[in-house]
């Protein structure tokens, strides 16, 4: 759309020489979006070694912006992934191929992901990206610092993270207006 602007702003302005034209052939604005979320590669890269229970954290090696970072571990998850790995002995992969030659294929875990809401019932269409975003917009909600935040998603800019706070009701719920501030009497009429 913003191409065929210019090519109009161009026309009026330049070839018919109305230069007070141009200005008023507005641009298309882009929609803010949702950031981009965590691919389902990197949930399928882990390897055994990534899982540090002692410190209660999961290495992400070359994560979002090719960057390694470090996400917290939840203690019931560290106790799924201890049966987990006691039932399937892992080797270097946390989640191998089935021929356990390499890490399982990002489409495999969404793939579980469709099936495992399905077999809940789920009546919203979810998906491996929605996990990330739920887990943004939970901490948000919790309380958690938007900084905190920024660096557990991988974002090197804070404005990416603060889209989460446009989908938090619960954080608006919770944000005192300025008008409770005002400090006014109700007097019924009279």
């Not at 571990?73 to 021929?99: A, N």
């Not at 579980?112 to 929605?130: D, I, S």
Request: charged letters at 20%.
């Amino acid at each position: 759309m913003n191409q065929t602007v210019c090519a109009l702003r161009f026309f009026h302005g330049v070839t018919l020489g109305r230069s007070d034209l141009p200005e008023r052939i507005a641009y298309a604005r882009t929609p803010r979006k949702l950031p981009v979320v965590l691919s389902a590669a990197e949930a399928a890269r882990l390897r055994v070694s990534d899982i540090d229970s002692s410190r209660m954290v999961i290495r992400i090696e070359q994560g979002k912006g090719g960057k390694d970072r470090y996400v917290m571990l939840s203690p019931q998850l560290l106790e799924i992934l201890r049966v987990y790995w006691r039932l399937t002995k892992p080797g270097r992969w946390l989640f191998p191929r089935r021929d356990g030659r390499g890490p399982i294929h990002p489409q495999t875990l969404g793939i579980a992901c469709r099936t495992a809401c399905e077999f809940l019932g789920a009546e919203k269409r979810v998906t491996v990206h929605t996990l990330r975003h739920s887990f943004a917009t939970h901490l948000l909600e919790a309380g958690t610092d938007i900084r905190i935040i920024q660096v557990l998603l991988g974002h090197r800019s804070l404005a990416t993270t603060t889209l989460y706070a446009q989908v938090s009701t619960a954080v608006i719920g919770r944000t005192a207006s300025p008008f409770d501030q005002l400090h006014m009497e109700i007097t019924p009429p009279g």
